[in-house]
Each structure stands twice: as structure tokens, then as C-alpha cells.
């Protein structure tokens, strides 16, 4: 399983205390993947950001629903890639 997180790159240059809002999914759970298929849209410091599947896989499972926030390194969801 691979857990899907925003880039470090994006959080470069931001308070360590600061958090992100996943404002959108773009893929449901159990959906199909490719890698670097946008998942979703996030919000950090009122900049859009927006996430990719790091490989081809299926959504296993949704962990930060839409409208809800996320610290640095946390996993929003959780890839299952193929083998």
C-alpha cells in the first residue's frame, strides 16, 4: 500500500503549523488509477494544489474526506498499486 500525501515541494516555505483543505476529490474509493492521474484538489495558504497518483493502482481508501484538513507527511489516502 502506498499512502498518498501533497509533495514536500509544497510545503516549502510554509509554517510547520500550518494545515491543508482537501477541497475536492477527483477519484471515489476502489476507482482505477495511472500514475500521475490527478486525485485531488488541495488548498494550502490559499494556493490550489493539486495531487497525483504516484503510481497505477486502484483507491483503496479515502482517509481525509473533502472539506477536511491535513498536517504535513499525512496520507489522505491509501494506493494499492499493481503488481
Excluded: C, H, Y
Aim: aromatic share 4%; net charge negative; hydrophobic share 45%.
Amino acid at each position: 500500500m502506498i499512502g498518498i500525501t501533497l509533495s514536500p515541494d509544497a510545503w516549502k516555505d510554509v509554517d510547520s503549523a500550518t494545515e491543508a483543505l482537501v477541497d475536492k476529490w477527483l477519484v471515489a474509493e476502489g476507482d482505477s488509477v495511472r500514475a500521475s492521474q490527478p486525485l485531488a484538489n488541495v488548498v494550502l495558504v490559499k494556493t490550489n494544489q493539486e495531487i497525483v497518483a504516484p503510481a497505477d493502482g486502484r483507491i483503496e481508501k479515502i482517509l481525509v474526506p473533502a472539506g477536511e484538513t491535513f498536517a504535513q507527511g499525512k496520507p489522505i489516502a491509501m494506493l494499492k498499486g499493481l503488481p
